[in-house]
């Protein structure tokens, strides 16, 4: 069973770091496409944060440009998510997410491959003002 594992969360204090690091667990039979952090506050939906593409392409939401960078490495099946001057409002649980793919059946009981999504359960960040 293919399973992020999330790590690094924590109680820091506005102006802190902290670096966030996912690592799959479970056997994977297919790339990693997209890998990238997600979070979810209290009473909010969860947004993006960061994703990194295979060869290395970032995108980051406005919120956090300029103080956080993801990274990933390919041989590890790992990513991270290095973050910077911490504010309050980055308080959330964040999340890993990487797309890869599994072995389903078609109709005709045939294999083929499709596209899935795994996430992690999560780490609390919690920013102190």
């Known amino acids: 069973q293919v399973q992020p594992v999330e790590s690094g969360g924590g109680l820091v204090e506005a102006g802190g770091s902290l670096r966030l690091s996912c690592e799959v667990s479970?056997?994977?039979?297919?790339?990693?496409?997209?890998m990238g952090w997600y979070r979810q506050a209290p009473g909010q939906q969860r947004e993006s944060v960061a994703t990194?593409?295979?060869?290395?392409?970032?995108n980051y939401a406005d919120s956090v440009k300029g103080r956080f960078a993801i990274s990933r490495d390919n041989d590890k099946n790992m990513v991270f998510l290095e973050m910077n001057n911490l504010r309050a409002e980055d308080t959330a649980v964040y999340y890993c997410k990487i797309e890869s793919y599994e072995v389903d059946l078609d109709y005709d009981n045939r294999p083929f491959r499709k596209a899935k999504d795994y996430w992690g359960k999560g780490t609390l960040v919690t920013v102190s003002s």
């Open positions: 990194i593409t295979k060869d290395g392409s970032t």
């Open positions: 479970g056997r994977l039979y297919f790339d990693i496409n997209d």
